[in-house]
């Protein structure tokens, strides 16, 4: 049974910052990569930021200057401090841990409104 508990979703007002974390616990033998996904109402979801094991890192055109993905593997936790956040980036955002090619999991989703 693997878990995922996201933390640091609320309200900011534009231009404002956010840190949200992700840690897994559970049977995790070998993370292959974690990421942030985010969905916004009548949007399919799409992928934010993303990081492999080996630190290589990976970003959403609309975000990439703004937003940071970080890891630390000895406590299988991912951390996407946002930046300089904007109304367009409202939306449920889901962490993702990917164990493999057909291995993964998903958080419950924490809440992200940028608005004043």
């Known amino acids: 049974q693997v878990q995922l508990v996201e933390s640091g979703g609320g309200l900011v007002q534009p231009g404002g910052s956010l840190r949200l974390s992700c840690a897994a616990s559970g049977r995790i033998f070998r993370i292959s990569a974690m990421g942030w996904y985010r969905q916004a109402p009548g949007k399919q979801r799409e992928l934010v930021a993303r990081?492999?094991?080996?630190?290589?890192?990976n970003y959403a055109d609309s975000v990439k200057g703004r937003f940071s993905i970080s890891r630390d593997n000895g406590k299988n936790t991912v951390y996407l401090q946002m930046n300089s956040l904007k109304p367009e980036d409202t939306a449920v955002y889901y962490c993702?841990?990917?164990?493999?090619?057909?291995?993964?999991?998903w958080g419950q989703g924490t809440q992200v409104t940028v608005s004043s």
């Open positions: 993702n841990l990917d164990l493999g090619p057909t291995i993964q999991y």
């Open positions: 990081i492999t094991s080996g630190g290589s890192t």
